[in-house]
C-alpha cells in the first residue's frame, strides 16, 4: 500500500468524540508526540474509529506550515 | 503565541529544495519521526529557511487523515 | 515571527461561534474585508479567541483560488 | 453565481509568475491588502490569467488560520 | 465563468445534513459516482442547498491523493 | 483498508507530468468524468506513478467546494 502523501506516519488512537457532523480523534506517534485529526463522523463509522486503535495517519506536504520564531 | 490549529511540532530542518515556483522542506521532529513541507520559493526566502533551522510546523486537524489498514 | 505562507493580515474578531466540535470565527481587515474562519473549538479555548481581539490570520496561498466571471 | 465558500472577495490581479507545473498570482483587494495564489499552470491557461484581470477570489473558512501573538 | 481549479464537477445534491456549525452535502456525479462536501451552514443557507438541486462542485489538484494497493 | 476520508474513488492515471518539485497526475473514473491531482515529484516515484495505473483517489469532503449557479 503506497499513499501518495509525504507524510504517513504510525499512531495509536487516544480519544475520538464526536460531534453532530464532525469527529475529532487523537492520536500519539512514537515519542512524545500527539496529533489531532477532524474528519466526519460518517468516517469515525465507517473506520470504527475508537481508543487504542492503531492507524496510519496521512499528511500532505502542502498542509504543513513552517514558522520561523 | 497561539497558533490557531491543534498540532503545532518543533522541527529541525534537514533539507530545503527550490523549485521554480514551489520549495520542498524536510525536517525532523523529536525521536525518529520526519516530515516534508511543500512551500512558495517566496515563503523560503522571507523565512530564510535552511537546514539546521529550528522551526515550528503548524498543521490544522483537519489535514490529518487516519488510514485503517 | 515569519509564518511560511504567503498571506498573513492583521485582522479584529467581530464574532465567535462555538459548536461542539468546531467553531466559527469572524473578523474584520482593514477597509471593508470581513474573513471567516473556521477552527475546533479547542483552539478557540487554547488562543481564547473572542469579540474585539487583534489577531493576525494566516492562509496558505494554495488555498486562495481565483474566478473569472 | 454562489459559491460555497464563506470567504469571495473581488480582486485585481498585479502578477502572474508560471513555473513548470504551478503558478502563482499575487492580485490586490479593495484597500492595502494584498493575496497570493498558487495554482496550477494548467488553471491559469483555462482562466487565461493575465495582470490587469479582474477576479474572484475563493476562499473556504477552514483555510483560514487565526494566530494570537 | 471560469473557476481556478483543475476539478469541476456537474452534480446533484442527494442530501443536506445540518449540524450546528457545519453541516455535509452528498451529491451525485453523471455514472454511479457519489462525492460528499463539508462546508459551513452558512455557506448552506447562502446557497440556498437542497436535495435535487444541481451544482458544480470544484475540487483543487492539490487536494486530491492517488493511493496505489 | 479504510480511509478516513468521504471520498475514494477509483481510478485509472491517464498522465503524469514532472516538474521540479511538484508533478501533476490526469485520471479518469468510470464514465466520462476525470480528476487531476497535483503532488510532490517525490511522491510520484515512491507510487511509480504512471500512464494505466489503477490507484484509488481520496478526496476529503471539506475540500469539495459546491457552487450554484
Known amino acids: 500500500m503506497k499513499y501518495g502523501v509525504r507524510n504517513s506516519l504510525?499512531?495509536?488512537v487516544t480519544k475520538v468524540k464526536k460531534g453532530d457532523i464532525m469527529a475529532q480523534m487523537d492520536?500519539?506517534?512514537e515519542g512524545p508526540i500527539?496529533?489531532?485529526s477532524v474528519l466526519t463522523c460518517?468516517?469515525?463509522a465507517?473506520?470504527?474509529?475508537?481508543e487504542g486503535d492503531k492507524?496510519?495517519?496521512l499528511i500532505k506536504a502542502i498542509h504543513?506550515?513552517?514558522v520561523k520564531e
Not at 465507517?46 to 475508537?50: A, F, P
Open 10 to 12: 504510525q499512531a495509536t
Open 27 to 29: 492520536c500519539k506517534l
Open 34 to 36: 500527539e496529533l489531532s
Open 42 to 44: 460518517d468516517s469515525v
Open 46 to 50: 465507517d473506520l470504527n474509529l475508537k
Open 55 to 57: 492507524v496510519m495517519v
Open 64 to 66: 504543513v506550515i513552517p
